[in-house]
Structure formats: C-alpha cells, structure tokens
C-alpha cells in the first residue's frame, strides 16, 4: 500500500496541470541561460574586442603625437607649493609597453590562442592591479568598493595561476569560466541554490490541498493521517530531487557541448580568515569538493521546505498561500540584509537558518566577507539547518493531531 499510494502521490505531481506549464518554463528559462545569458555575459575579464581597437587607436595617436613633437624622453611634471619638483616620468615607453602588450592579446584572442592570452592577461594583472583597484565601475554601490575590487583582484589572480600551473589545456570556456563545471559552481555561488528552492516550493504547495477534489477516496484509505502526510512528503521530495537533478545535469551538458566540460582538479579561491584582507587570508579547495560540500546539504534544505509547506498546508489549506508564505521565508533574508546586518533581534545573525539558503556562499567564505564577520562556517550551517528541520517536524507532529484528516477535510 505505502509503495502504491507513494507511485501515485509522484505520479500526480508529475501530471499536475500546475506542473507541466511550469516546468516548460523552467525548460525554456535553463536553454535561455545556457546558451544566451551565460555565453555572451559581461563580466570584468570579458575580452572586448572593439574597446582594445580603440584603445589601441588611442595609443598610436599618442605615441604619432609624441614623435612629432620630439620628445619621446622623459616627460616632467611641474606641480607648486612653495617649490617645484620635477618628476620625471617615461610616458612614451610606457605607451609603447602597453600598445605592443594589449595587441599581442588581442592577435592572441583573434588566433584562438587563450593560453598565450592567458599569460599575457595575468602578467599584465600583476604589474596593474590598478586595473580593479581604481576601476570605479566595478562595485560602485558597495559601502567599501576598495574591498570588493581587492577581493574581486585576488581571486581573479589565483584563478588564473591555477590554469597556468595546471596541465590543462587553456580554452576560451576555461579562462572565461564557462565551462560544463566552472558554470555550474558560478550558478551554485551566485544564488542559484535559491532558483532551484524555490522550484521545490512549487512543486509541493498543493500536495494537500488538491486533495479536496477527492475526499470521499482519500477519507477511506486505510493509511494512517501521518503516515499518509509522510508518504506526500516523500513523494514532493523524491520529485523535487529528480528535477533538481535533471536541471543540473542538462544544464551541465549544454554548456559541455558548447565549452567542454571542465576539470575537477581546478580550484575555487576561498576566504579562510579576515584579518589583513591580503592573499595570506585566502585558500583553495578543488570544484569536485566545493560542488560535493554544496549539493550534499541540498537534500536537507529540500526535505525543510517540503516539511514546512505540509505544516502551512494543514493550517491555511491554500496552496497559493502556502506559495507566498514559504517563498517569503527563503527570501526572507534580502528583506534585512545588509553589508552590515551582524545580528538580528539581538541575535548573531549566524544563529538563523536563512542566512545558509544560499549555500553556496557559506563554503568559499563569501557570506562571511559580505557580512566582515568570521561566525559563519559550514559545520553551524549544517547544524542549524538541521536543527530547523527537527523543529518543524516536532510542529508537524502535533499540527497533524490537531488538524486530523477529518478535520482537515471538513473545513477544506
């Protein structure tokens, strides 16, 4: 019976006509985002073709200008306080450096030859990190854009070294992230996990409530109400997996078809500690553990929500209702959260389940660096998320005694 009544409970979810519209959706929004959105996304290290020709122009018009004047020496700049001083400073030569370097990356970008562009990238980044640091459009909204464009600048290098050390060979879909693994560590990092919760939310908003439509069959199964409670349980959850995973491994194809599908081996930069902001507070952990810490917790934040939307199912019998109320929690932390929100009611804000819906940003310390705090760490994550989900089970318990099958039905 428990096996039969669990087929049929999955079975219903799958031929939901709330089900099929939305995962059609779903389906056109994940091709979207695998072959429009992320492929041509503009991030800082995007190679722009049209900017370099233009600042190649640039140069050439001011080397043309500085030849033509004589003075291809150095260039002294007069400033007055009570004194002069005379700087000198080799502003030809400097032009000259860029204009062959800048071209070489571009020849390399045109001839398909990323590892050559690569090492041109990153020997550039070392003698400019002004190229993030005084780079005002990057972060421009963040309290402390120096910060971010400092973080932002070391992850970048400690990529980059990594592919170099690495004996992978350098591909357009590698050293621009895009690749079958790389995007699927971006999208787990960048509130994907989010995306993907509340895909679950949905599926299991109206595993009671449409009931109602099939009283007098369900009041006389001979299943008990909280076994039945349960086995719907089981079922939204065993659904919400098989989808979560359809979605990871197909969005994973795609990008490998288009980019490869990447290495386990590559590294992810993550922050261990805040105590100097310079590279001696970060590390490395391989893609293959970070996807392994992130998704190993997913299973528990599904089960949490599927319990939670049971228990608002009992109590307000409206799967739209249950939609809002349970869309609300996950998103509940965007409500509060700012770069300085360190507590809540008194309260470290490390001690409350919502700061760990986004997972992802727990296991390289960026919620921690967000937040300029250290109380967040992956272990208390794991407890209080578990703990959350012991509470709600305990209120399910008792919910379930209170609001009986005949109760529920009565008043459905």
Request: proline share 3%; glycine share 4%.
């Given at each position: 019976?428990?096996?039969?009544?669990?087929?049929?409970?999955?079975?219903?979810?799958?031929?939901?006509?709330?089900?099929?519209?939305?995962?059609?959706?779903?389906?056109?929004?994940?091709?979207?985002?695998?072959?429009?959105?992320?492929?041509?996304?503009?991030?800082?290290?995007?190679?722009?073709?049209?900017?370099?020709?233009?600042?190649?122009?640039?140069?050439?018009?001011?080397?043309?200008?500085?030849?033509?004047?004589?003075?291809?020496?150095?260039?002294?700049?007069?400033?007055?306080?009570?004194?002069?001083?005379?700087?000198?400073?080799?502003?030809?030569?400097?032009?000259?450096?860029?204009?062959?370097?800048?071209?070489?990356?571009?020849?390399?970008?045109?001839?398909?030859?990323?590892?050559?562009?690569?090492?041109?990238?990153?020997?550039?980044?070392?003698?400019?990190?002004?190229?993030?640091?005084?780079?005002?459009?990057?972060?421009?909204?963040?309290?402390?854009?120096?910060?971010?464009?400092?973080?932002?600048?070391?992850?970048?290098?400690?990529?980059?070294?990594?592919?170099?050390?690495?004996?992978?060979?350098?591909?357009?879909?590698?050293?621009?992230?895009?690749?079958?693994?790389?995007?699927?560590?971006?999208?787990?990092?960048?509130?994907g996990i989010y995306f993907l919760l509340f895909c679950v939310i949905y599926f299991s908003s109206d595993i009671l409530s449409r009931d109602r439509k099939h009283q007098a069959i369900l009041q006389g199964l001979p299943l008990s109400w909280y076994r039945q409670l349960n086995l719907k349980s089981l079922s939204a959850f065993l659904y919400s997996m098989a989808f979560i995973g359809s979605v990871?491994?197909?969005?994973?194809?795609?990008?490998?078809?288009?980019?490869?599908?990447?290495?386990?081996?590559?590294?992810?930069?993550?922050?261990?500690?805040?105590?100097?902001?310079?590279?001696?507070?970060?590390?490395?952990?391989?893609?293959?553990?970070?996807?392994?810490?992130?998704?190993?917790?997913?299973?528990?934040?599904?089960?949490?929500?599927?319990?939670?939307?049971?228990?608002?199912?009992?109590?307000?019998?409206?799967?739209?209702?249950?939609?809002?109320?349970?869309?609300?929690?996950?998103?509940?932390?965007?409500?509060?959260?700012?770069?300085?929100?360190?507590?809540?009611?008194?309260?470290?804000?490390?001690?409350?389940?919502?700061?760990?819906?986004?997972?992802?940003?727990?296991?390289?310390?960026?919620?921690?660096?967000?937040?300029?705090?250290?109380?967040?760490?992956?272990?208390?994550?794991?407890?209080?998320?578990?703990?959350?989900?012991?509470?709600?089970?305990?209120?399910?318990?008792?919910?379930?005694?209170?609001?009986?099958?005949?109760?529920?039905?009565?008043?459905?």
């Amino acid at each position: 019976m428990n096996r039969y009544y669990l087929k049929h409970e999955f079975l219903i979810t799958a031929r939901s006509r709330r089900t099929i519209p939305f995962v059609f959706f779903i389906t056109i929004l994940l091709f979207s985002y695998c072959f429009i959105i992320w492929p041509y996304a503009d991030t800082k290290e995007a190679f722009n073709k049209k900017e370099t020709e233009e600042y190649l122009t640039y140069l050439k018009e001011q080397q043309n200008l500085w030849e033509s004047i004589g003075n291809t020496g150095l260039v002294f700049n007069r400033r007055s306080i009570d004194v002069y001083f005379q700087i000198g400073n080799p502003v030809y030569a400097k032009n000259d450096y860029n204009y062959n370097l800048f071209l070489a990356m571009s020849q390399s970008f045109e001839d398909r030859n990323f590892e050559r562009m690569l090492q041109l990238r990153v020997f550039y980044l070392q003698n400019n990190p002004s190229e993030y640091l005084e780079d005002r459009f990057l972060f421009p909204k963040a309290p402390s854009p120096r910060k971010d464009r400092e973080h932002a600048y070391y992850q970048t290098m400690m990529k980059y070294e990594d592919y170099l050390k690495k004996d992978h060979p350098v591909t357009f879909g590698l050293m621009y992230e895009k690749t079958g693994l790389q995007t699927l560590q971006n999208l787990l990092q960048n509130y994907g996990i989010y995306f993907l919760l509340f895909c679950v939310i949905y599926f299991s908003s109206d595993i009671l409530s449409r009931d109602r439509k099939h009283q007098a069959i369900l009041q006389g199964l001979p299943l008990s109400w909280y076994r039945q409670l349960n086995l719907k349980s089981l079922s939204a959850f065993l659904y919400s997996m098989a989808f979560i995973g359809s979605v990871i491994v197909v969005g994973v194809l795609l990008m490998t078809i288009q980019f490869g599908f990447g290495y386990f081996d590559l590294n992810v930069p993550i922050m261990i500690k805040q105590e100097t902001f310079a590279p001696e507070d970060y590390s490395v952990i391989s893609i293959a553990a970070y996807l392994g810490k992130t998704l190993v917790v997913l299973p528990l934040l599904v089960i949490l929500f599927v319990r939670l939307n049971v228990v608002l199912s009992l109590l307000f019998k409206n799967e739209w209702i249950v939609l809002f109320l349970s869309s609300l929690l996950l998103f509940s932390e965007r409500l509060y959260f700012t770069r300085s929100t360190r507590e809540l009611f008194g309260k470290d804000i490390s001690l409350f389940p919502q700061t760990y819906f986004d997972f992802g940003k727990i296991i390289n310390g960026e919620k921690n660096f967000l937040l300029n705090t250290e109380t967040i760490t992956y272990a208390k994550g794991i407890i209080v998320l578990f703990i959350t989900y012991l509470v709600i089970e305990v209120i399910l318990y008792f919910v379930s005694l209170i609001i009986n099958k005949r109760r529920f039905y009565l008043t459905s």
